[in-house]
Structure formats: structure tokens, C-alpha cells
């Protein structure tokens, strides 16, 4: 357990634990206010991502922005983070040796953060945090609520790039986020 994120983000910094690490650019370790209630959680970096150490700053992180705007969420006043905090080659999902030697950042990360409401984006984040035998398409603007964390699970943005019909899913599910965090002022 590291006991804040400056500790947690020099050890990653250094991290060599899986094959991610020997091909990364930036390690993409999380971005936003660590005092957020409301903490978003997707797979791993793109090349964008890799490229300015930032998550969600390409394609699909443009689409998740727009949602943002729509919305009137501030992208600094919550937190993002990924499953990994390398990428992996070609966008390709996470490996499960890599996932293994990374998820305990992400648990740092939740640990530090303590967030009310986690927001996992697709089927590798919902997977990874709440089990193998949930599904995106079944658990997809549903709450879940394990150990005083309420989940919602959605698209992960770059579906929306290839199915504009799931935005509208998104900005739904994105809406019921805001909604709950509301009542739990």
C-alpha cells in the first residue's frame, strides 16, 4: 500500500513487471482530483494516450469529452485511470500476465482515492474489477454495489466510435452517474 499518489505514481514510473513495460513511451498513470467521489475506469492506453502519458486523450477520449460537455462534468473535478498503465501493442485488450502485474496500482489508486461511485468503461474494466462472469451488454447501466462502491458499467468510448447508436446508451448511463452522486451529497 502506497500512502499517496506521488509515492504510488514514482513506482510505476519505474515499473518493468510485464512486457508493457519494455515497449511504452509514458507510463499513463491517471489524471483528475484524487478527492473525487466519482472515479472512472478504463482498459489500458492507446497510442495518444501512450504518447502524452494522459488517459483518454485520443479518438475515444474526444467522444468521451463531448458526453462530458453534454453533461456539464468537469474532466479535472473527477478522476480517470486504466485497468493498465502501459499500452499494449496495436490497442490490443490487456493480456492477463499484464493485467495481473498492474492491477494493484489500480487498487492503490482506488485506496487513495475512495471514491462512492466507480464508472467502469467496457467489458475488460467491468471484468477485471467485478468478476469474470459479469457482461457488458447484460450489466450495462445497471448499479452494483460491492464493499460501499457503487459500479455502473457502459460502453467503453471507443465502442461508440464504431455503434453511434450506443452514445445515446452512454450519455443515459453517464446521466443516472450524476444523478446518484446527488444524492449521495
Known amino acids: 500500500m502506497y500512502e499517496n499518489m506521488e509515492e504510488l505514481q514514482n513506482a510505476i514510473?519505474?515499473?518493468r513487471g510485464c512486457k508493457l513495460g519494455k515497449s511504452r513511451t509514458n507510463i499513463v498513470f491517471g489524471t483528475g482530483n484524487i478527492n473525487s467521489k466519482i472515479m472512472f475506469i478504463g482498459e489500458g492506453p492507446g497510442a495518444d494516450e501512450d504518447l502524452q502519458g494522459i488517459p483518454f486523450v485520443g479518438k475515444a477520449g474526444k467522444l468521451m469529452d463531448n458526453a462530458f460537455d453534454i453533461l456539464e462534468i468537469n474532466r479535472e473535478e473527477v478522476y480517470i485511470a486504466n485497468i493498465v498503465k502501459c499500452r499494449p501493442p496495436n490497442n490490443r485488450d490487456p493480456q492477463e500476465d499484464e493485467i495481473t502485474a498492474c492491477?494493484?496500482?489500480?487498487?492503490?489508486?482506488?485506496?487513495?482515492?475512495?471514491?462512492k461511485i466507480i464508472v467502469l468503461l467496457g467489458r475488460i474494466a467491468l471484468q477485471n474489477i467485478l468478476g469474470k462472469e459479469y457482461r457488458i451488454t447484460e450489466s450495462r447501466g445497471k448499479w452494483i454495489e460491492k464493499k460501499g462502491i457503487l459500479y455502473m458499467p457502459t460502453w467503453h468510448p471507443a465502442a461508440l466510435l464504431r455503434d453511434e447508436t450506443k452514445k445515446i446508451d452512454f450519455i443515459n448511463d453517464l446521466k443516472q452517474v450524476l444523478n446518484k452522486n446527488n444524492e449521495l451529497i
Open 13 to 15: 514510473t519505474n515499473c
Open 103 to 115: 492491477i494493484n496500482y489500480l487498487r492503490n489508486q482506488v485506496m487513495i482515492i475512495k471514491p
